[in-house]
């Protein structure tokens, strides 16, 4: 039997795979395209997600089954080792080019997360202050 809470976190961990994918796919589109390698649209949305699938699931392989740090951070370097070799055999390009896309992708996708989070602070900040806007002291 599902819980509520359980039922919740799996449709969290879903959303978030799909916003994830999504904001990767588009800062690898952008990335192909600032170092002019050509590839199609459809071809950078599946291998994103291919790429994404697998990263994921080593990932969380390291982080779920300890809590040591090394070992979190082994994974992380093994997911994008595994990133880097998908890229690199699907998109048909070399390993100097492959790099450079990934790093450039890692960057722009920082700046996407950080101007959603800009965006999320600052919604959370007018709920927040809407809320407890009404709420006076009593003397």
Known sequence: ?????????????????????VISFIS????ARIISVSVPFLRVLVVTLIADIVSF????????FTSNLV?????????????LIIYKYLFNIDWTKTFIMLIIAGVIDLGILLILLL????VGYLALNSIFFGLQAVP
């Open 119 to 122: 965006i999320l602070v600052a």
């Open 1 to 21: 039997m599902v819980t509520g809470f359980l039922a919740l976190g799996i449709v969290a961990i879903i959303v978030g795979f799909i916003v994830i994918w």
């Open 71 to 83: 070992i979190s951070i082994i994974a992380l370097i093994i997911g994008f080792i595994i990133a």
């Open 28 to 31: 690898v589109y952008l990335a």
């Open 57 to 64: 699931i080593i990932v969380s392989a390291g982080s779920l």
